[in-house]
Structures are given as C-alpha cells and as structure tokens.
C-alpha cells in the first residue's frame, strides 16, 4: 500500500470492523439491542458513575442537547437513572441502572468473545502486527480529539 492510501484505507476500515463486529453480536439477541451514541453513552457513564450531561457530551464529542436526548431514551429503556445534582440544581448526574449493567457485561462478553475468536484465527504475525498498532492508534483518537469543541 502506498503511503498516500493509508488516510483513506483507515479512515474506511475502522468503521467498517466497527458495523461488521456489531452485526455479528445483534444477532441472536434476545433483548432490544442498545445502539451506537445509546451505547457509547452508557459504557461512559457505567464507568464513570455520577457523570454531568454536560461532563459526557465533552467526552462523546457530541452536543448536550443531543446528549440529554440520549439520557431520557436510556431512562425511559430502564437503563439509565438521571438525578439531580446536590451542588448545582439545573444539572443532572447520571447513574447506570442494574438493568443497564447486565446489558452491558453480557455485551462486553459477547464482544470480547466474538474478537477473541477472530484474533484466534490470525497468525501470529497479524496479531503482533495490531498490538503493535494499538498505541498508534489512541494516539490518532487524541489527534483527532484535539480542539474539538462541539456545542
């Protein structure tokens, strides 16, 4: 691959693990599956209990607004339990329901699972390679996450 290509070959191959992997675990799903921003939310606030909207819309680079939207379709799910902040009465803190974490362990091991049997099939080489990559990688997440303001 010439070095040119790998912008656009990355920026194509990423999201493309990231549909394939999660078609693979929706399926034989026996409970409604939580999907994409609904998702990410809620592993954030699961491990960061207590988390302000405001808090988790910087760190999913998304608008509050957009954020506070996916809360109340979380805590109309069950999945999500919003309170107010003692400290500040116009926001809110949010919790993960015990519903919402089982959701997500049995969606991290099924994730893990599906993963580790396809990094199973791998030589090798191939696994050395993408370990190799991983620190390249989250570097490339923070390149991209700097001076991103979104509103």
């Known amino acids: 691959m010439a070095a040119g290509d790998l912008p656009d070959e990355l920026a194509g191959l990423l999201p493309r693990i990231q549909r394939l992997a999660r078609r693979r675990l929706w399926s034989g799903l026996s409970v409604p599956r ?5 998702a990410e939310l809620l592993r ?3 491990a960061e209990p207590g988390l302000r ?3 988790a819309a910087r760190q999913l680079c998304l608008a509050a607004n957009s954020v506070s939207t996916l809360v109340n379709h979380l805590v109309a799910e069950g999945l999500l339990r919003r309170e107010k ?3 500040d009465g ?3 803190l949010l919790y993960p329901t015990p519903a919402g974490t089982g959701r997500l362990r049995d969606w991290h091991a ?3 699972a599906l993963f580790r049997e396809h990094l199973a099939g ?3 080489a ?6 190799a990559a991983l620190p390249a990688l989250r570097r490339l997440a923070d390149s991209l996450r700097e001076g991103d303001e979104i509103t």
Do not use: F, K
């Open 34 to 38: 939580v999907r994409g921003a609904h």
């Open 44 to 46: 954030l606030v699961a």
């Open 53 to 55: 909207v405001s808090t």
């Open 85 to 87: 902040d003692p400290g």
């Open 90 to 92: 116009r926001a809110a």
């Open 110 to 112: 099924r994730r893990e």
């Open 122 to 124: 791998l030589d090798a």
């Open 126 to 131: 191939d696994r050395a390679a993408l370990t």
